[in-house]
C-alpha cells in the first residue's frame, strides 16, 4: 500500500539558510499535518492543511512558511535556520472520514550547523 | 485545551512479560479519540492501537490492548509477552474535534525490555 512519502529523509544547513521539506501525502488522503520533534521531545504541531486549505496553525515560526499544491504534496518551506531548528519533522496525512486514518511518513531529519 | 500526560519516562520490562504504560489526558471535548504510536530509534512513527471515545470496548490490536476508563481520563497501553523489538519511546496521542483535529502528543515513555 502507498504510504506518505517525505523527501529528504535527511538534511544538513548551515544557520541563516533556507530549507525546503517535501511530502507526498496518501492519494485520496484530503488533509496534511507537519510536526515537529525535538531532541528527546515529543511531535509538535506545526500546520495543516485540509483541500490544499490551511486549516490550523500550532507553534510554527514566522521563518517557516507551508503550503499544499494542487497535487496534494506539501512543502515546509523554513528560512533564517537557527540551530534549535534541528529536529525530526514529521509530515502526516489523513482522511477525514476515517477517525483514526492518521499515517506518518518516515521523517525529515534536520540538522543546522 | 487538551493535555496528554505519561508520567513514566522510563520502564524496564522482562521479555515475554507484560507491561503497562501509563497515558492519562484532558479535554473537554465529548468526541475524541486516543492513540498509541511506537517510535524505535530509526525514529519512524509506528501507529499500534486505537480508541475512540464512543466505543465501549477496550480496543485491542494483537499483542497491543488499550486500557480505556473514561471517568478516570486514562488510556493505558497494556503490550502481553513483550520481545526485545518492543524496546522503543511510545507515545499516547489524542485527537480532539474542537481542536481541529490534530494530533496531541504527551512526552513519551522510553521502553527497554532485558533478555
Known amino acids: 500500500a502507498a504510504g506518505v512519502i517525505q523527501s529528504p529523509r535527511h538534511l544538513i544547513k548551515e544557520k541563516r539558510e533556507t530549507a525546503t521539506l517535501k511530502c507526498y501525502p496518501i492519494?485520496?488522503?484530503?488533509?496534511v499535518y507537519w510536526y515537529q520533534q525535538g531532541p528527546g521531545q515529543d511531535p509538535q504541531f506545526l500546520i495543516s492543511f485540509y483541500e490544499k486549505m490551511q486549516s490550523d496553525k500550532g507553534s510554527i515560526p514566522d521563518r517557516f512558511s507551508a503550503q499544499q499544491f494542487s497535487d496534494y504534496h506539501s512543502e515546509l518551506n523554513m528560512s533564517s535556520l537557527e540551530l534549535g531548528d534541528s529536529a525530526l519533522y514529521f509530515c502526516?496525512?489523513?482522511?477525514?472520514?476515517?477517525?483514526?486514518?492518521?499515517?506518518f511518513g518516515s521523517g525529515t531529519r534536520l540538522t543546522v550547523v | 485545551a487538551q493535555k496528554i500526560t505519561q508520567t513514566q519516562p522510563g520502564m524496564f520490562v522482562q521479555e515475554k512479560e507484560a507491561v503497562t504504560l501509563d497515558c492519562t489526558y484532558d479535554t473537554s471535548d465529548q468526541s475524541y479519540g486516543l492513540f498509541w504510536y511506537k517510535q524505535p530509534s530509526s525514529g519512524e512513527m509506528i501507529f499500534l492501537i486505537y480508541?475512540?471515545?464512543?466505543?465501549?470496548q477496550n480496543a485491542t490490536e494483537g499483542r497491543y490492548s488499550l486500557n480505556f476508563q473514561k471517568a478516570r481520563k486514562s488510556a493505558n497501553l497494556v503490550i502481553s509477552a513483550s520481545q526485545l523489538g518492543d524496546s522503543a519511546m511510545y507515545f499516547c496521542a489524542m485527537r480532539s474535534r474542537n481542536a481541529g483535529n490534530m494530533l496531541t502528543f504527551g512526552g513519551g515513555t522510553r521502553l527497554m525490555v532485558k533478555p
Open positions: 480508541q475512540g471515545s464512543y466505543d465501549e
Open positions: 502526516a496525512s489523513r482522511d477525514t472520514g476515517v477517525d483514526y486514518g492518521y499515517t
Open positions: 492519494p485520496r488522503h484530503d488533509t
